[in-house]
């Protein structure tokens, strides 16, 4: 802009007044705010999106917090179920029983069958297994809570409108009428739904929980803990304190790189080619999720142990050298103490990302329909994100809140591990 | 000055004491670049001897052969024989971490470990295996500490982080962690360059007090400090020993040109 003669003899003396000054002050002045303002309108974006997606997120999920109940009276009748034997009763019958005695003046066996619709499904299984468990209530007659079906619970929650045309409802006026006599009597209550957390999978919304795939997923996890963490940690040692730097070296680097940029679908092939088929480890196991995880992850944390080991000041190195120390010492007292922040900190957020995994999951065939949770890592098991995938593919209504809810529990795993990781790198970084 | 003053075999003196350190021919080449070229140097037992130069002029790569600093770095190579009283360091038999225990280091930025002072100065008695009963290992801290002139101002916080010292003391805590090891040679890269004037005489003093128990090997950018802690002097100017000798020797009547001129400040 200037003249290169203007400069010289502005060298002399500047004119800090002059116009030109003072426009181009005004110029830089200009820029940064402007860099500012990008930044600011960047953050703002980002801030109103996540804010979108936790809205419609909590706006859907809350739902399926709560869940309907209805309040019956059941009497277990000694010749229902044999005192003997409680597995046996016909407890289908003494449900039905229970709720002919709600609704005492219908006697139609349509009619019938419209109010037994009303009470879930699971009913019968959590008496008999209340039962088995306390074998005196036999004879007894006592009060229990239980769920509705999910379109009586719809209904309750108001995601079913009352006012539509009979013919576009999911319960015809008779099923509406004979609920709400229920709830003019006050037997209906919305609960807390602890089955979310607690319970395993189920065909029925009002039954189904997370307890299959938290358990599954912990398992995964664990296991890919157990095996990232240790290889990693050793490969990143060896890259990084003893590899010489030859082509064979550099070649390594280059594919660790690149292995961690590599599509999750391609390790799910992978787990199901090599481990499942060729290794012949069961489907859908934790097992084979959990290999399949530690590979992903692994890349990560090398890239991040080698990074922490690089951030240590080579004034430590040399210093632990230079009064003798062999090289693992240097590695083990010294290197390693100063890097474990960086390290976990790597590592936690490398598990979160397991955590989140889905594609590889589907592959191995981890999205099972499972009743039951697993009760190791050889049983078939779901986990967080391939139970989000399985509900989210369910036609029923209920499944739509607790897919939101599901993603929800999952986002709260997530920020729990993150906040450990924040925690761990602040409780042990050294200052030097 | 007579004719005989150019020719660099017949002026270098042999140092009064036994050398306990000895260079012959040593050259030293970073990838293709070589730094050394031909250095003989001997390095005299209880005594001081310093190192100077302008920067990059090789003194710094020559004492870290000294103690095999040199070995970490993947390019580096070195030719040529190093001895220590009378036994090659580069002979394959030689097993570098005892070396680096007989020939300890000071840094030129003062480098304690992230840990206590007392486990700073413990670290290397430690896996050294000189110190079997802790009572053992406290007396030989508390020595060293007191050797190292340090030992009054931090008796009282032994187990506080070395890091929280200032810098003058964190150079005397890492001199403490050296002579822990019962090294035979002491080397100092600069250990002063990075301290005020205060803290470098305090330094200054305690090289001299140390010359009784160890060998010193010390580089310097300063002529002056040179002059006041050593007792011979060698300089090095583009990889090449150009003069070496009694430090009074070589700052009132260098021989060679070069050495005239960088004394008296002329470059460098």
């Known amino acids: 802009m200037i003249e290169p003669t203007t400069t010289t003899r502005a060298a002399a003396r500047i004119d800090w ?4 000054a003072r426009s181009l ?25 996540l804010g979108i997606l936790l809205t419609s997120l909590v706006s859907t999920g809350y739902l399926a917090f709560v869940q309907t109940h209805v309040t019956m009276d059941v009497a277990i009748d000694p010749e229902q179920v044999p005192v003997d034997n409680p597995a046996e009763g016909n407890y289908r019958a003494i449900v039905a029983d229970a709720v002919q005695r709600l609704f005492p003046d219908i006697d139609g066996r349509s009619e019938l069958r419209n109010a037994v619709g009303i009470v879930t499904n699971g009913a019968q299984v ?9 074998p005196s209530l036999i004879g007894k007659t006592f009060s229990i809570q239980v769920p509705v079906s999910d379109p009586y619970d719809q209904l309750y929650k108001d995601v079913i409108d009352r006012d539509l045309p009979e013919n576009r409802r999911r319960l015809n006026d008779e099923q509406i009428a004979l609920f709400e006599t229920l709830e003019d009597r006050g037997l209906i209550e919305a609960k807390a739904n602890w089955a979310l957390l607690f319970n395993a999978d189920s065909r029925f919304p009002e039954l189904a929980g997370l307890a299959g795939a938290i358990v599954g997923s912990f398992y995964a996890l664990l296991l890919c803990f157990v095996i990232s963490f240790p290889v990693g940690i050793a490969a990143a040692i060896y890259l990084e304190e003893f590899a010489p730097k030859n082509r064979w070296t550099d070649l390594i680097e280059v594919n660790i790189n690149n292995l961690a940029a590599v599509p999750s679908i391609i390790f799910g092939l992978l787990g199901l080619a090599v481990f499942i088929q060729v290794f012949g480890l069961p489907r859908s196991a934790p097992l084979v999720g959990g290999l399949v995880l530690a590979l992903m992850t692994l890349p990560t944390i090398i890239i991040v142990t080698r990074n922490s080991l690089k951030a240590v000041p080579p004034s430590i190195r040399e210093a632990a050298l230079g009064i003798g120390a062999s090289r693992h010492e240097v590695i083990l007292h010294h290197l390693l103490p100063l890097a474990i922040p960086g390290i976990l900190t790597g590592t936690i957020i490398g598990m979160a990302q397991a955590l989140g995994e889905t594609a590889p999951l589907l592959l191995i065939g981890m999205n099972a329909f499972l009743t039951s949770p697993p009760g190791g890592i ?10 989000i995938f399985i509900w989210a593919d369910s036609p029923e209504r209920g499944f739509v809140s607790r897919t939101s809810a599901a993603i929800l529990v999952l986002l709260g795993f997530l920020i729990l591990m993150n906040a450990i990781a924040i925690y761990l790198r602040s409780k042990l970084e050294r200052k030097w | 000055m007579t004719q005989w003053t150019l020719d660099p075999e017949t002026r270098t003196t042999e140092p009064a004491s036994l050398p306990k350190m000895r260079g012959e021919n040593v050259n030293v080449f970073y990838g293709t670049k070589q730094a050394l070229f031909d250095v003989n140097l001997a390095v005299p037992e209880h005594q001081v001897t310093a190192l100077i130069g302008p920067s990059g002029c090789g003194k710094s790569t020559f004492l870290r052969c000294l103690n095999r600093m040199n070995d970490t770095i993947d390019i580096a190579r070195v030719e040529g024989e190093i001895t220590l009283d009378g036994r090659s360091i580069y002979d394959p038999k030689i097993d570098v971490v005892e070396l680096r225990a007989q020939v300890g280091m000071a840094f030129q930025k003062p480098n304690p470990f992230p840990k206590s002072i007392f486990e700073n100065v413990a670290y290397g008695p ?4 000189r110190a079997s009963a802790k009572a053992d290992l406290e007396q030989i801290v508390v020595d060293s500490l007191r050797k190292a002139g340090l030992y009054e101002e931090v008796k009282e916080r032994l187990h506080e982080p070395g890091t929280g010292l200032s810098g003058g003391q964190q150079q005397r805590l890492c001199i403490a962690r050296a002579i822990a090891v019962a090294p035979e040679v002491i080397l100092m890269d600069e250990p002063c360059s990075a301290l005020d004037p205060i803290a470098t005489a305090k330094i200054e003093e305690l090289i001299d007090e140390l010359r009784e128990n160890f060998t010193i090997v010390i580089v310097t950018h300063s002529m002056q400090q040179a002059a006041r802690v050593s007792q011979r002097t060698a300089f090095f100017h583009l990889g090449v020993l150009v003069e070496e000798g009694p430090t009074s020797e070589i700052f009132t009547s260098p021989n060679d040109k070069r050495t005239q001129d960088y004394v008296t400040g002329r470059f460098g």
């Open chain 1, 17 to 20: 007044n002059s116009g030109t």
């Open chain 1, 25 to 49: 002050r005004k110029k830089r002045y200009a820029a940064d705010r402007r860099l500012r303002f990008y930044g600011i309108a960047a953050i703002s974006i980002a801030v109103l999106l």
């Open chain 2, 126 to 129: 430690t896996i050294h295996g």
């Open chain 1, 126 to 134: 959590m008496l008999r297994n209340q039962v088995i468990s306390d």
């Open chain 1, 378 to 387: 050889m049983e078939p098991a779901t986990s967080l994100p391939t139970q």
